[in-house]
């Protein structure tokens, strides 16, 4: 194990680090940090300065991603697909999701060096003498930082730490950058603290020899999706067999258009007719739909319509529910979202529930799979006003199994996690307040009860609620994060 002690610049020079490329330092560090090769040491006062400093970092992530597309926004002949794609608020939303992993890499995977008074006096006492990191200027801050992790891996008694930062003119030899001051030397071989003030050299030389590799991992990714692709097309193949020559060769054409970077428009004419006169290439095409590009092409032709999905069908033994064909394909685009990619999308699919939701089409399948779509979309871009939206969805007249094990399950433990803030634990609120609520209807059609009697039932199915708050344990979150009125 390898104990890392990042300073609050290294922090926020990382989180800008290559951002667009796969193999950056920041998700290096992740991974390694992640699969347990590595914990960081963050001396508390660290916590405060990148607090401070984090949301201008943000910013400057969001500024430097508008410039690199002003070229594009120049010859991009469609503002709403461009709208789409590229904008201000997706950019930030990166920046943000860096910050978060930071900030998890804080909660999850680091030990907190605290502050006493002790160390303050010392650091007081350095910086009236002028020593190092106090020699140039007040560094008071960085004396306290310092002090307070070597107070913390001396009380631990840990070995192989590794003390980073780009602040060289304060903690570095005037002649040689590499080399620690004179007045920190003694602090540091004390308790065999290293010094690596370069972060090329501290990924490139020191780390990436002795830790799994990443590009290996990034590697091996690659080659896990690109065996599922195949083993995908394989399966495809196997139903195709018995399939009349006409459906292959139009799944053929579906398959060389969906290749395409931009599709022109003959081949968009192309899909349109394909999946509009035959029920057997719109659900292959559907099947197959992963990139940004065709959620315009859905929402132009209709198919994101609120009246498009499909109701339910009252039938002799019971309703019967037919999913809405696109939904897989923004599941899919969700998911990437969750996973910090595509993150243009999250307002796109938001404005996409909010417009179904006021549509008064029951579906339990239509509202569960979109009650998941939520749960992989950032929780403070989810407005409370939505959640209550969404609760109204389940007062209709289908069962309500399906969408309240989605809540529990998908929804709601995303608003009762560790750093969930008050506007989080309000939403939760409102979907505990549901759960544990009473209505006329039940949870599934109760064809014992006459019309003429009154009966009432829970929300939630018993089973379902055991599961939820004490098998997962999410009523401890309750009960610290929630407030009183809830009861």
């Given at each position: ?120 006096l010392k650091a007081s006492e350095r910086t009236l003498a002028r020593i190092a990191p106090n020699h140039q200027k007040d560094s008071y801050s960085d004396t306290v ?39 920190l030397r003694e602090l540091f071989e004390k308790c065999a603290l290293e010094y690596l003030p370069d972060t090329d050299y501290l990924f490139g030389k020191r780390l ?29 193949l196997k139903k195709l067999v018995n399939t009349d020559q006409d459906f292959i060769g139009n799944t053929l054409t579906i398959d060389h258009i969906l290749e395409q ?227």
């Amino acid at each position: 194990m390898i104990y890392l002690a990042i300073d609050t610049d290294v922090w926020l020079w990382l989180i800008c680090h290559k951002i667009d490329a796969e193999d950056n330092y920041f998700d290096e560090l992740y991974y390694w940090v992640e699969t347990y090769n590595i914990r960081c040491i963050v001396p508390q006062h660290i916590l405060t300065e990148w607090e401070r400093n984090k949301q201008s970092k943000i910013a400057y992530i969001k500024q430097e991603l508008g410039k690199a597309n002003q070229l594009s926004r120049e010859v991009i002949k469609n503002p709403e697909f461009f709208n789409t794609i590229y904008n201000a608020a997706s950019f930030e939303e990166f920046g943000k999701a860096r910050v978060n992993k930071v900030e998890k890499i804080f909660t999850d995977y680091a030990d907190i060096a605290p502050i006493n008074d002790e160390i303050k006096l010392k650091a007081s006492e350095r910086t009236l003498a002028r020593i190092a990191p106090n020699h140039q200027k007040d560094s008071y801050s960085d004396t306290v930082n310092i002090l307070s992790l070597i107070a913390y891996i001396e009380k631990n008694s840990l070995n192989n730490v590794i003390f980073t930062t780009k602040n060289y003119k304060d903690y570095s030899d005037p002649g040689n950058r590499l080399h620690l001051h004179e007045h920190l030397r003694e602090l540091f071989e004390k308790c065999a603290l290293e010094y690596l003030p370069d972060t090329d050299y501290l990924f490139g030389k020191r780390l990436r020899p002795i830790l799994p590799s990443f590009s290996e991992f990034l590697a091996s990714k690659r080659e896990a999706e690109l065996t599922e692709k195949l083993k995908a097309q394989k399966q495809e193949l196997k139903k195709l067999v018995n399939t009349d020559q006409d459906f292959i060769g139009n799944t053929l054409t579906i398959d060389h258009i969906l290749e395409q970077v931009r599709p022109t428009q003959f081949q968009l004419l192309t899909i349109k007719e394909l999946i509009e006169k035959d029920e057997h290439c719109r659900e292959y095409f559907f099947q197959k739909i992963s990139r940004n590009y065709w959620y315009l092409f859905l929402k132009t032709n209709g198919y994101l319509d609120p009246d498009a999905r499909p109701a339910e069908i009252t039938m002799q033994e019971g309703p019967y529910l037919s999913r809405w064909q696109v939904l897989p394909y923004l599941e899919r685009i969700s998911e990437k979202i969750k996973n910090v990619q595509d993150l243009e999308m999250i307002e796109p699919l938001l404005e996409f529930v909010t417009t179904v939701s006021v549509s008064k089409i029951y579906n339990d399948l239509t509202h569960a799979a979109i009650i998941k779509i939520l749960s992989n979309l950032p929780q403070d871009r989810i407005s409370i006003d939505l959640i209550k939206q969404v609760l109204t969805w389940i007062n209709g007249t289908s069962d309500k199994i399906l969408t309240t094990s989605a809540l529990c399950k998908s929804l709601l433990p995303r608003f009762l996690e560790k750093k969930s803030g008050s506007s989080d634990v309000a939403k939760a609120e409102e979907i505990i307040a549901y759960l544990l609520g009473i209505s006329d209807k039940a949870l599934w059609r109760d064809n014992s009860i006459k019309k003429s009697e009154s009966c009432y039932y829970s929300n939630i199915d018993r089973h379902l609620l055991i599961d939820t708050f004490i098998h997962k344990n999410l009523i401890e979150s309750v009960s610290k994060l929630c407030s009183v009125s809830l009861l």
